[in-house]
T-cell receptor, first 113, second 109 residues
Framework: GAGVSQTPSNKVTEKGKYVELRCDPISGHTALYWYRQSLGQGPEFLIYFQGTGAADDSGLPNDRFFAVRPEGSVSTLKIQRTERGDSAVYLC???????????FGSGTRLTVV | GIQVEQSPPDLILQEGANSTLRCNFSDSVNNLQWFHQNPWGQLINLFYIPSGTKQNGRLSATTVATERYSLLYISSSQTTDSGVYFCAVPPGGYNKLIFGAGTRLAVHP
């Protein structure tokens, strides 16, 4: 597509539930990133994919968070047993060369109640 | 890890004014990016600028890598320039970016 697409744009879930957030990167972009942005702060790195593999998952806060990119295109961020502290905007970005010229999606606003 | 500090944290301008935003970083980096986040939350890449100066319309950026800072210049500001400006750098050759806390800019007509 023309840009990075993230769905859903908003997600409200109850504490303890499981959620999946989807990212569809720009066609042909091999690098894909997930970031999390809390109110009033800059984005914080979660995980980086080069192709199908997670090249760097050092930003995932704990084992409740997991992400996949099985075919090297669409990625899904999965959060188990959600907590109120997981509430944030989850941003996805892609680039044609690792680390340069990011294009961000519009984000998914996750609210855990 | 690498620290990224941006100043000022908040800035209010009258339309037509010029401004300079600063980004300091604590370690050597091989690239630096400036982003604008509009009031609707969309992050737009403004510049990829590991060193030197680049210009794009009313915006320009300069990075002095040896002194570990970058400047973003906004000339003849417009209300559409409002939002948050972030700089971001990759730590130690990694592909991920570390973002500063941002400068929140409000341009009034």
């Amino acid at each position: 597509g023309a840009g990075v697409s993230q769905t859903p744009s908003n997600k409200v879930t109850e504490k303890g539930k499981y959620v999946e957030l989807r990212c569809d990167p720009i066609s042909g972009h091999t690098a894909l990133y997930w970031y999390r942005q809390s109110l009033g702060q800059g984005p914080e790195f979660l995980i980086y994919f080069q192709g199908t593999g997670a090249a760097d998952d050092s930003g995932l806060p704990n084992d409740r968070f997991f992400a996949v990119r099985p075919e090297g295109s669409v990625s899904t961020l999965k959060i188990q047993r959600t907590e109120r502290g997981d509430s944030a905007v989850y941003l996805c970005a892609s680039s044609s060369q690792g680390g340069n010229g990011y294009t961000f999606g519009s984000g998914t606003r996750l609210t855990v109640v | 890890g690498i620290q990224v500090e941006q100043s000022p944290p908040d800035l209010i301008l009258q339309e037509g004014a010029n401004s300079t935003l600063r980004c300091n970083f604590s370690d050597s980096v091989n690239n630096l990016q400036w982003f604008h986040q509009n009031p609707w939350g969309q992050l737009i890449n403004l510049f990829y600028i590991p060193s030197g100066t680049k210009q794009n319309g009313r915006l320009s950026a300069t990075t002095v890598a040896t002194e570990r800072y970058s400047l973003l210049y906004i000339s003849s500001s417009q209300t559409t320039d409002s939002g948050v400006y972030f700089c971001a750098v990759p730590p130690g050759g990694y592909n991920k970016l570390i973002f500063g806390a941002g400068t929140r800019l409000a341009v009034h007509p």
